[in-house]
């Protein structure tokens, strides 16, 4: 962005022509007023409250054309003296757009001719719903739909209702003045069958999706409903569950804290409250972010986070996992993280430490059915840590290469992850990884070149019961997509593009390799598994069509005989036409290929080979803004060479909407339509599941946009 004195001098030169002067400033009789006390008067809005969309009126005394070609308009040191026209003596400003709610500066400084900049009026414009509140607005997007079944045939059971109806609605609203803010937004979900809603048969037909409240004071901030807490850690990740939290804030420093209860195993619906009345689904913590360097405070950022919860045992604990299993574990976590930027942003370092206590079984289980847990069916907590190290380097950030920007990265990472590190607030997180990978990425005019070298051991600490592997994954990716320069005829349109449109080219190879390191399980060291993918894809883009062809070629062996060896190949061809102005042709072809080994004794699985195709058609046809209808075709064959599956299945789907009312601001809009659906599957190995069913739906939906 130019600066303020770059700005004035460009204009300055602007209105030096007159041209810009007229249609910015008044132009008024030549009654000279004093050039050195003359002063512009800010005339108050209707109630004294400027809207977003409100006009900002100054009236100026009467000056020459000298004057008034000198004088410059900014409103947040924006320059913006070439949205501001004439009435009368009055100058108005009409911006293109709303203006935020809030407090803005306007500013007019005359360029006087010995370059000095005389300031000739600031004023605050504040930005306001109204008297009462800076900010108050509520907004809502409702969609209710309304389906009757007029035509069926051998429908599987149960047969659904010949009537059905569903909805949602999306609310959001703010109100603020002060210093404070209070804001919220939820989703309402709603069905004739209570089924499909959260709460199930037990609910009623409305139900409540996910929702958040929050509340701003200065430095505090309040949250209640489903959000996420701190940054993204090796204890928290991906856990966005419903609960409240409370925190302060520097906006100067950046520094923060921040506590926070929230439920374990998420919830939805009008249920559980908030979802902290449960203290045995409940996770509780604190997280600190402050940034230690004062007067650089990008350069260091330091996270700190504590938290217990307690919650029904997750698949993939250690001891747990069974269907039905409703045990409840316990787990601590820390963690600290550290983030910083060197040598001009050119070098980041980022570390993490994290350390858990985890009860994989809480009190314990009852194994032997008598309702009593013994000390042998009660694990002990188990204590694990991990951490996380990342380097990456930009060697330069304004770098040109045959006048092209050059730009090129690359890094390292190690990550440790205990046997027994567990978080409650993570789910889903892995553990038994050591990892080491290097990576480095160049882009440079149409290129673009990505590369990581990674490899992975699992089982870190020392358990010699059960086997040690590593696995070494190499990844690249290159990718070719021109920028057609294109010049501008005489007559100002553009050239045709070339004959093979706008490319796009991605190549990308994976291999893995893994291997026994260490004996055990039955496993002896040596290979284990070797999976090779190379996948090629084209896309080419034209001004009213564009087609994608991709083929992908991979290789799985296992080198015990555990698993058969694999050899696949894929294609896939799509393409989208736009035929005038009213219809548009989609279609599409996947096919694949893959051949089995046979399987050494004790196995006895023959070589065979599966092949699929899945192909499809999709029309569209815009009959008018109001008139629309689709139609789609998709087929899909799935066969073995050994006769073991023969399957056909084809899939129709059939629209035809008619807009009877658009929805507009207040208005809400109605849409009729008429939807078919006709579904063949044909299994001939297996014919008792044979289908073969259509059904014909008329449906009203109504939809509504309303903003308050």
């Given at each position: ?8 001098k460009?204009l300055v030169?602007?209105?030096?022509g007159?041209?810009?002067l ?8 030549r ?6 006390d003359?002063k512009p008067?800010?005339?108050a ?7 977003p969309?409100?006009?900002i009126?100054?009236?100026?005394p ?13 409103l ?11 009435d ?19 500013r007019?400084?005359?360029n006087?001719p010995d ?6 009026g ?12 800076r ?7 409702v ?9 069926d045939?051998?429908?599987p ?18 109100v ?11 989703d ?8 499909v ?5 037990e609910?009623?037909?409305i139900?409540?999706g ?5 509340y701003?004071?200065g430095?505090?901030?309040a ?11 090796l204890?928290m990740?991906?856990?966005?569950r ?16 921040t506590?926070f209860?929230?439920?374990t195993?998420?919830v939805?619906g ?10 045995g ?5 604190v997280?600190?972010?402050?940034r230690p360097?004062?007067?650089a ?8 986070t ?5 919650g ?6 250690i ?10 574990v316990?787990?601590r976590?820390a ?6 930027t060197l040598?001009?942003?050119r ?10 206590r ?8 009852d194994l032997?059915?008598?309702?009593i ?5 009660n694990l ?18 304004d ?7 050059f ?35 160049v882009?440079?005019s149409?290129?673009d070149v990505?590369?990581s070298?990674?490899r992975e051991?699992?089982n870190?600490?020392?358990?010699p019961l059960i ?5 070494a ?13 294109y ?8 050239p045709?593009p ?22 055990g399980?039955?496993?002896?060291p040596?290979?284990?598994?070797k ?5 090629l894809?084209?896309?080419f883009t ?24 694999t050899?696949?190949d894929?294609s ?7 035929i005038?102005e ?7 072809v996947?096919?694949?290929?893959t ?7 004790p ?27 689709t139609?789609?075709?998709?087929l899909?064959r ?22 009877v009312v658009?929805?507009?601001e207040m208005r809400?809009g109605?849409?009729l339509?008429?939807?078919g ?5 044909d ?9 073969n ?13 309303p903003?308050?």
């Open positions: 962005m130019p600066s303020r004195k770059t700005v004035r460009r030169a602007h209105l030096a007159g041209a810009c007229i249609a910015a400033f008044v132009i008024v009789p009654v000279h007023a004093q050039a050195a003359w008067e800010l005339i809005p209707p109630g004294n409250v400027y809207g969309n409100d006009p009126r100054l009236r100026l009467a000056l020459p054309v000298e004057v008034l070609q000198t004088l410059a308009l900014e947040d040191d924006f320059d913006v003296t070439d949205f501001v026209s004439s009368g003596r009055m100058a108005v400003l009409t911006l293109p757009q709303p203006l935020a709610y809030g407090e803005h500066q306007l007019l400084v005359e006087a370059g000095s900049i005389i300031e000739r600031v004023w605050t414009v504040s930005v306001r719903k109204s008297a009462a509140f900010e108050a607005e509520l907004q809502a997007a969609t209710l739909n309304a389906l009757y079944r007029i035509a045939d051998d429908l059971e149960p047969v659904p209702k010949r009537e059905q109806w569903n909805g949602a609605a999306q609310l959001q609203g703010a603020a003045d002060g210093n404070w803010r209070l804001t919220g937004q939820a309402l979900l709603a069905s004739g069958e209570r089924a809603l959260p709460r199930g048969e609910g009623g037909h139900d409540l996910s929702f958040l409240l929050g701003e004071n430095p505090v901030v949250r209640a409903g489903h959000h996420s807490i701190g940054p993204d850690s204890i990740s991906g856990f966005g419903r609960g409240v939290s409370l925190g302060v804030q520097s906006v100067r420093t950046g520094a923060a804290a506590a209860s929230l439920r195993a998420d939805i009008f249920q559980e409250g908030f979802g902290i009345g449960d203290s689904n409940r996770t509780d913590g997280t600190f972010t402050f360097l004062s007067g405070t990008d350069a260091l950022y330091v996270s700190a504590y938290l217990r919860g307690e029904p045992s997750q698949s993939g604990d001891g747990t996992g069974i269907v039905g299993d409703t045990t409840v316990e787990g976590a963690s600290v993280i550290a983030d910083g040598l001009e942003r070098l980041r370092l980022r570390g993490e430490y994290a350390a858990t985890f009860d994989f079984d809480g009190g314990g289980r032997d059915g008598d309702n847990i013994e000390s042998h069916e002990a907590a188990e204590r694990d840590d991990a951490y996380h190290a990342l380097v990456t380097f930009t060697p330069w950030h770098k040109l290469v045959g006048g092209q920007p730009a090129w990265n690359l890094g390292v990472e190690n990550k440790r992850i205990g046997t027994f590190f567990r978080s409650p607030a993570n789910p889903i997180g892995v553990s038994d990884r050591e990892l080491v990978r290097g990576f480095t990425g882009n440079w149409a290129f990505q590369l070298i990674g051991r699992d870190v600490n020392d358990l086997a040690q592997t590593e696995t994954q190499n990844v690249l990716s290159l990718t070719y997509a021109p920028q057609p320069a010049e501008p005829l005489p007559d100002g349109s553009l045709p070339s004959w093979y449109g706008q490319p796009l080219l991605n190549l990308s190879l994976i291999d893995v390799d893994q291997d026994v390191v260490r004996a399980s039955g496993l002896t040596g290979a284990l598994n999976v090779r993918t190379l996948a894809t084209a896309s034209y001004p009213t069509w564009s087609w994608t062809l991709g083929h992908t070629i991979g290789k799985s062996e296992n080198f015990i005989g555990q698993a058969p060896d050899k696949t894929a896939q061809l799509s393409a989208s036409f736009r005038g009213r219809w548009t042709l989609g279609p599409s996947q096919w694949s290929r051949d089995e080994s046979d399987l050494p004794p196995f006895t699985v023959s070589a065979r080979r599966l092949e699929t195709l899945t192909a499809g058609l999709n029309v569209g046809y815009l009959h008018s803004d109001r008139v629309s209808a139609l789609g075709y998709n899909h799935s066969d073995a060479s050994d006769g073991s599956q023969d399957v056909r299945t084809s899939d129709v789907i059939a629209n035809v909407a008619w807009t658009p929805a507009r809400p109605l849409t339509a008429l939807d659906q006709w579904h063949d599957f299994d001939r190995v297996s014919t008792g599941s044979n289908l069913h259509y059904q014909v739906f008329l449906r009203a939906t109504v939809s509504w946009l903003t308050w």
